[in-house]
Structures are given as C-alpha cells and as structure tokens.
C-alpha cells in the first residue's frame, strides 16, 4: 500500500523522478477509489475498503495539490524559459497540461464530497454512487492521457534541457512545498 506522507522512492534530488513517483501515486489512489465504488456499490464499507477510500480522499485533498504546483510553479517555468527547440515543442503541451489541473477541479470536489459523505453515512445512494463512479471515469480518462504526456515528453525533454542548477532548484522548491529543507547537509532529507 502507498502510504501518504511515505518518503518518495526517489528523493528531491532527482525530482523528476520524484514527479514520476507522484504519477505512479495517482494512478494507485484513483485505482483504489474506482475499484471501492465498484465493489461496494454504496453499501457498507467493509474496514478495509473504508480505509482505502479515506487515504485516497485524503492523497486528493492533500498531497496532490502539491504534485500540481511542482509542475506549475517549479518545473514548467523553468522549461519556458528554455531557449531550445526540444522545448518549443513541448510547450503547447504545458498549457493543455495546466488546463487539465483546472479541468480536474470539480471532479476532484465532487469524489471528495461523495466520498466523505459515504463514509459519513455508512451508505451512499444509488443516485450518488453513480456520480461517484461517474466523476472517478472521467478522472481516470484525463490522467491517462495526461500522465503519458508528462512521463513520455515533459519529464524527458526537461532532464535534456534543463541543467543541474535548474533541476536542483527545482527539487529544492519541491521539497519546499512539503516542509522539507533540502539538501540538507550530507545530502539527504531534513525535516
């Protein structure tokens, strides 16, 4: 189970990678709630699944934002301000891929207030459940298309271009974002 708040698998010092992980994180915890809304239906969480729902709630409302704002604010500005041609190219992409970030939004609003209701109650209504499972669809359509977009074109075209002064900074600023100093002295993690 990927736990929120575990370390990356990587650290902030290939923050790319660390990107990469959050990616791989998103894609668990949208599994997880897809798989809840279809097997349990509205009805009665066994503790497991109520578990599951209630950490992937919290991923959504928590940690993701940050993913989004590593992008937005850290990575894609730097890549902007890359005068090369493996970057013009790229850049029509950042701006579908912030559009996406804002598209996601009521989405990601409607899970969390159907989730947390349905955990609330102990049960969801049929007509809730499939809202529910509705929202989690299109979630799961944009992340796909998004995702590979990030891990096959953003993700590679930023590790060519960007030096290490740029990728370091924004690693630093990651790590920022979620109250860690970094690097700290010895180069590892410091809270």
């Known amino acids: 189970m990927i736990e929120i708040g575990a370390p990356p698998l990587r650290d902030f010092g290939d923050p790319l990678g660390v990107l990469s992980d959050c990616h791989r994180r998103v894609e668990r915890f949208l599994g997880v709630m897809v798989q809840v809304a279809q097997q ?6 066994k503790s497991e699944e109520r578990a599951a729902l209630e950490g992937a709630l919290r991923y959504f409302r928590e940690a993701a934002p940050k993913h989004t704002a590593d992008e937005e604010q850290s990575l894609f500005p730097k890549l902007r301000r890359c005068e090369d041609a493996a970057v013009a190219l790229v850049l029509f992409n950042m701006d579908g891929l912030e559009a996406d970030h804002r598209t996601v939004i ?5 899970v969390d207030q159907l989730g947390t209701a349905w955990l609330a109650a102990g049960r969801a209504s049929v007509a809730s459940t499939q809202l529910l499972r509705d929202a989690l669809s299109r979630l799961e359509r944009l992340y796909r298309r998004h995702i590979a977009i990030e891990d096959t074109e953003i993700f590679p075209t930023a590790a060519r271009v960007l030096d290490a002064a740029s990728l370091r900074a924004v690693g630093v600023e990651m790590a920022a974002r979620r109250g860690i100093l970094w690097p700290a002295a010895g180069g590892g993690p410091q809270a």
């Not at 349990?40 to 969480?45: E, F, K, P």
């Open 106 to 110: 009521p989405d990601h609003a409607q």
């Open 40 to 45: 349990a239906r509205g009805g009665v969480l």
